[in-house]
């Protein structure tokens, strides 16, 4: 099986972006063990001059040349900010990729606590009180 392996550049100096690495290592020792035939693919650059369509289009170039079976998902954030990360799962959808993961109407819903909150108040799920962007204060 032929498998991409996407993740995003991690932002230096912030710990739960750069532990993408870890995961990549994990991912490809086990691909490699199990014989598949697999490609890493970073999203961004490590200069971060890239913009999100860019590093989108370049992406999907990519993937179209590799032509693979199914992508291995790692992408959480762009330039640290992890309100893109649906967007290139919105790609991947368009473009009729399989991906492992969530799709993407489900992380725009769960990437937005307010919305997500009153979804599960709607079906009677007990959450705790939501108070929105105070802007470090409280």
């Known amino acids: 099986m032929k498998i991409a392996v996407v993740y995003n550049e991690p932002v230096s100096g912030k710990g739960d ?17 199990l014989g598949h035939d ?10 971060g001059t890239c913009s999100l369509s860019e590093s989108a289009f370049s992406l999907l170039i990519s993937l179209r040349k590799y032509a693979p079976d199914i992508i291995f998902n790692l992408i959480e954030e762009f330039k640290g900010e992890s ?11 368009l473009a009729n990729y399989s991906f492992t ?23 009677q799920i007990s959450t705790t009180p939501y ?3 105070t802007g470090g204060k409280k």
Not at 23 to 33: A, G, H, N, P, R
Not at 83 to 93: A, D, G, K, T, W
């Open 101 to 123: 993961g969530s799709h993407y109407e489900a992380v725009l819903t769960t990437n937005d606590k307010g919305l997500s909150k009153m979804i599960m108040k709607k079906f």
């Open 17 to 33: 972006s750069v532990d993408v690495l870890d995961e990549i290592s994990l991912v490809t020792d086990s691909l490699k063990k």
């Open 131 to 133: 108070q929105g962007n």
């Open 38 to 47: 697999f490609k890493v693919f970073p999203v961004g650059d490590r200069r």
């Open 83 to 93: 309100s893109h990360q649906p967007y290139f799962l919105l790609m991947f959808e």
